[in-house]
């Protein structure tokens, strides 16, 4: 997507060759006007294929989950990162371990508000090694629904997380593919 | 406002007298129309109030803070719960303690991104004690911007934040006031 890609290459921190921050547009200030863009570029992507139901994981997929949940014009579903301290029955949970990051966190999901019915789009900000978005996809098989695809703002795509998804059959868009990382030096695919 | 009260009055699940689940429609499962009303009306509410940026704290603030930013035109800024692992100069960092959750974490909001010449919105989900609010202000305060308001989803108005937030000089728009809650009772002001 052209939009995010001048983007990330204009306003995009290099640290190192992982590192990538964008603070200043997704993640920590957010430009409402970009992220309508996106939205509209993942509804249009996926349009026609039976979604009911947005999924992403808190909190920096909400942004851009949430305008494409409105350009589809169908409800978000955010995956909370703790469970929640109020009702604990009928709650779906799996283990995120990220290798990255070297932290572990626990994946929730109200029962009450998915089913075997939904045809879910997973929307998320970045994809490395996939960790995330594979935690969100036990979750949706434990409900009994079905992934449509993942839609991803950036991927890191020297890292293995798309051949791990495509392995297992899915779909994936991702509007920036960043080839290469260094200090000051973002290279896309 | 007339329709998120009677999404409150016929999805919000009363608990007890204390608690209200709007995971249906606000924290869990998003209704992007619903958020997009919402941030239409804290705009025309805050119009003409010469504001700069809309913040918000992650993660249950982010979807209605969003649609109000769009509907401004202006930027959002959401407060991160634990610091940046990435970089750590220029940050402000405030610790909030919640009593009515007896737990304690550490907001932070980079330098980079606010300064003095800003005037913020503070848009947040629930004000009951007011303390998510305090600590938001304390950061603004101390990138020497000002607030120029403060935007609530549902207020507690049987709890005190309101009057310690109003004794500061702060001027409080909250879309729905509930007076009293209990074991599915929702009584609103």
Redesign the interface.
């Known amino acids: 997507m052209k939009l995010l890609e001048e983007k990330v290459l204009k306003e995009g921190i290099a640290?190192n060759e992982n590192?990538l921050?964008v603070?200043?547009f997704i993640?920590?200030?957010?430009?409402?006007?970009l992220?309508?863009a996106i939205g509209e570029d993942f509804a249009s992507h996926f349009e026609g294929k039976g979604i009911t139901k947005v999924v992403t994981i808190?909190?920096s997929g909400?942004?851009p989950a949430?305008?494409t949940?409105?350009a589809m014009?169908?409800?978000?579903?955010?995956l909370?990162k703790s469970p929640?301290?109020?009702?604990n029955e009928n709650m779906y949970q799996t283990i995120v371990t990220s290798y990255t990051?070297g932290t572990s966190y626990e994946l929730t999901?109200?029962g009450?508000?998915i089913n075997e019915h939904d045809h879910v789009l997973i929307i998320d900000d970045f994809l490395a090694n996939g960790e995330a978005a594979t935690g969100a996809i036990r979750l949706i098989r434990k409900a009994h629904a079905t992934v449509a695809g993942i839609g991803i703002l950036i991927e890191k795509s020297f890292q293995p997380g798309r051949a791990k998804l495509e392995e297992q059959g899915f779909f994936i868009y991702s509007q920036v593919r960043v080839k290469k990382l260094g200090k000051d030096l973002i290279e896309l695919a």
């Open positions: 640290i590192i921050k603070d200043g993640n920590h200030q957010v430009d409402p006007a992220m309508k808190e909190s909400i942004a949430l305008m949940a409105s014009q169908v409800p978000l579903l955010i909370k929640s301290k109020v009702l990051k999901l109200a009450h508000l």
